[in-house]
């Protein structure tokens, strides 16, 4: 399994890659869902046990991931959700791949980010 989380807010990554929390001194990531600053213990301890591998996506993948989403798969996806493929797309996996794309509260600055109309 692979995590994925916005470059711009990495405390998750630095977490896992140190196998306790490590808060940073911003979150500034057009990715709600990504924004965290100060990780809980009980979460990093549990992505640690499942996770295997970390990326970080930048607000750019996002964006593209967001309209390559929209374009081709007729999916409407907020950043955090559309993270995954972000991921994906910048480093494509051979064999048998599921991506989770979740929400879709897309907010103007980032529908126009995109090109999407309201």
């Known amino acids: 399994m692979i995590g994925v989380q916005a ?5 998750y990554v630095l977490s896992w890659r140190a196998s306790r929390p ?13 924004a965290t600053r100060t990780p809980e213990a009980a979460n990093v301890a549990a992505i640690r046990k499942v996770v295997d591998e970390v990326i970080l996506v930048s607000e750019a993948q996002m964006i593209d991931a967001i309209r390559h ?10 950043p955090a959700g559309a993270a ?9 996996i051979s064999g048998r791949v599921a991506l989770l794309v979740t929400g879709a509260n897309v907010t ?6 995109v090109g999407i109309a309201e």
Do not use: F, M, W
Request: charged share 25%; proline share 5%; with cysteine.
């Open 108 to 113: 103007s600055e980032v529908r126009q980010r």
């Open 22 to 34: 490590v808060s940073t001194d911003t979150c500034e990531t057009c990715a709600d869902g990504l």
């Open 69 to 78: 989403l929209y374009v081709r798969e007729n999916v409407l996806a907020e």
């Open 84 to 92: 995954a493929t972000a991921a994906y797309l910048a480093n494509p």
């Open 7 to 11: 470059k711009q807010a990495p405390s």
